[in-house]
């Protein structure tokens, strides 16, 4: 399980959750889950990515809890939640432990925003063909992602390295066992330049290594090979509800191209933002921008606006309405 090593005070310093409980995945597994925020309020579900943990959406949980009710939770093998016993990891893992989040958090037909950054985006896509997810995502965010061709597009190694010898040296860099060992200045300086943008402060980078490092070797090896073959380009169209698209136009890992084209491939687009000079892990680097994104989700579908949500008929009645006018 991962060491907790998250910033203790500021803006990136995890709040307390209104609650705490334990999800059961499909294999057993079982899944951290928080809950912050009023327990009526509209629901907005968060993933986080790979090395990450809850710790990541800090800001997205102070800004947004105050009128909504925010639901994260720790992949497996991340955070609070133990890695698996049944071996090696697999995308219908990630959308078996999400389906579990929502059975455990969110009442029969209860509608949310769901928003993935990066492997959390992925979770969206491996969950999206399933009733489970139909049933409870009212529109989705996907921050920093993408559905295939993820190790042979990253840019993580400099460009002046070309074609395949780029691509195994990338392979190599991801999949690495090697320790990340304590965060020192040269770890940040690393880290940095494979994730965030060359304008991220230093308590941005801090916050982002204190989190990655965390993460067990193990874990990330293990979940890089799923990263490495990935091929998710069907699911794209398997997302029917609203859809929004976020990306940094530097980021590294999952270059903007990606975003670019799930935007393009999406049945529902309803908006591609790309942030500029932003790199990776712009749940940080851009924490306003993506909590904007998500709050104007939830006030468009949920009807936060008004200070209230539709009910699941008005829901259901929204969405043919919308499906309808895409025929047309």
């Known amino acids: 399980m991962s ?86 990891y697999a995308p219908d893992m990630l959308a078996d432990d999400l389906e579990a989040v929502l059975d455990a958090t969110l009442a029969p037909g209860e509608r949310a925003v769901l928003a993935g950054h990066s492997m959390g985006g992925m979770t969206m896509m491996a969950a999206a063909g399933r009733e489970k997810f139909k049933e409870h995502a009212a529109a989705v965010l996907l921050c920093s992602t993408g559905s295939s061709k993820l190790v042979a597009e990253a840019t993580v190694v400099p460009l002046l390295v070309a074609g395949a010898l780029r691509t195994r040296m990338t392979r190599a860099i991801l999949g690495s066992k090697a320790p990340l060992g304590p965060v020192t200045p040269l770890g940040k300086r690393v880290l940095k330049f494979a994730t965030m943008g ?37 699911a794209i169209r398997e997302l029917t509800m609203p ?27 309803v908006g591609l933002t790309e942030l500029p ?24 579908y949920l009807g936060t606006e008004s200070g209230t949500q539709p009910d699941s008929s008005q829901a259901q009645s929204q969405a043919q309405s919308e499906k309808g006018a895409d025929v047309a």
């Open 277 to 300: 000079g932003l790199g990776h892990m712009t749940p940080i680097e851009a924490p306003e921008a993506v909590t904007e994104n998500i709050r104007e989700l939830a006030a468009t």
């Open 198 to 234: 060359p304008g991220a402060s230093p308590g941005k980078v801090e916050a982002c290594a204190r989190i990655v490092h965390a993460c067990p070797r193990g874990v990330r090896h293990g979940w890089s090979h799923v990263l490495e073959t990935l091929e998710m380009d069907a």
């Open 3 to 88: 060491r907790l090593m998250h910033m203790r005070t500021g803006p990136f310093a995890p709040p307390v959750a209104a609650h705490e409980l334990t999800a059961v995945s499909a294999d057993g597994s079982r899944l951290h889950v928080e809950v912050h925020g009023p327990e009526h309020a509209p629901s907005v579900v968060l993933s986080h990515g790979w090395t990450c943990s809850t710790a990541f959406w800090a800001a997205q949980i102070r800004a947004l809890a105050t009128d909504h009710r925010v639901i994260v939770y720790d992949q497996r093998g991340h955070g609070r939640s133990p890695a698996a016993t049944q071996l090696p």
């Open 243 to 269: 859809v929004a698209v976020l990306g940094g136009t530097v980021d590294r890992l999952t270059p903007i191209v990606h975003a670019r084209r799930i935007a393009a491939e999406l049945p529902h687009c």
